[in-house]
């Protein structure tokens, strides 16, 4: 995974995405169109709509580079929080007739739930997602975690305890169609 982007970067690209620079947009896309697909894919579970949604998210993207507000967090999370809500838009006019409206609620709160938590852990800081990795993708136990990673068996503990309150979040969050200000809004 990518190191966490420093804020002061996250500025720089807004500023040369506003100036029209296009290599910054390819630079933007260079570092976060996995991103973008994985998260897509994870909503819809169709690998041609994921690749569309990769495509109109970096255009929107590169057409509202002023819709981003460093204030609010960190470009990652920005493109990652357009990504899921035009993943969960996506999947609602995908499944618009295809059953009850309840139904469609339901698949649409899975998905949002899902990407929700690929957005909560791409953007948590390296070390609690390097603990959360261990634990989860290797078995790790919060003893071999501290090895590991060099910290102490507390920190470790922390590390998890932290990662997995972050993560118990994802379907407790507002409506994919509410972004925070400075971060977009639905088409």
């Not at 709509?49 to 999370?77: C, L």
């Not at 709160?109 to 929700?116: I, K, P, S, V």
């Not at 938590?117 to 975690?145: G, H």
Request: proline share 5%; charged share 30%.
């Amino acid at each position: 995974m990518p190191k966490d982007v420093p804020p002061r970067w996250d500025r720089r690209m807004q500023q040369r995405l506003a100036r029209g620079e296009a290599a910054a947009l390819g630079e933007l896309y260079d570092r976060f169109a996995s991103l973008v697909h994985s998260l897509a894919h994870r909503v819809l579970g169709d690998e041609s709509a994921a690749d569309r949604i990769t495509r109109e998210v970096f255009g929107y993207i590169w057409e509202n580079p002023d819709a981003y507000d460093p204030k609010q967090g960190s470009m990652r999370s920005w493109v990652a929080r357009v990504t899921q809500v035009q993943a969960v838009a996506r999947l609602r006019q995908a499944e618009l007739g295809r059953g009850s409206r309840e139904d469609l609620e339901r698949k649409v709160a899975g998905a949002n739930a899902a990407a929700r938590a690929d957005f909560i852990v791409t953007s948590m800081p390296a070390p609690l997602r390097a603990a959360l990795e261990l634990a989860y993708f290797k078995r790790r136990d919060y003893r071999q975690a501290a090895a590991d990673l060099k910290i102490s068996e507390d920190e470790a503990r922390r590390r998890l305890r932290l990662g997995l309150q972050l993560l118990s979040t994802a379907n407790t969050l507002p409506r994919e169609d509410i972004a925070p200000p400075g971060y977009g809004g639905s088409r």
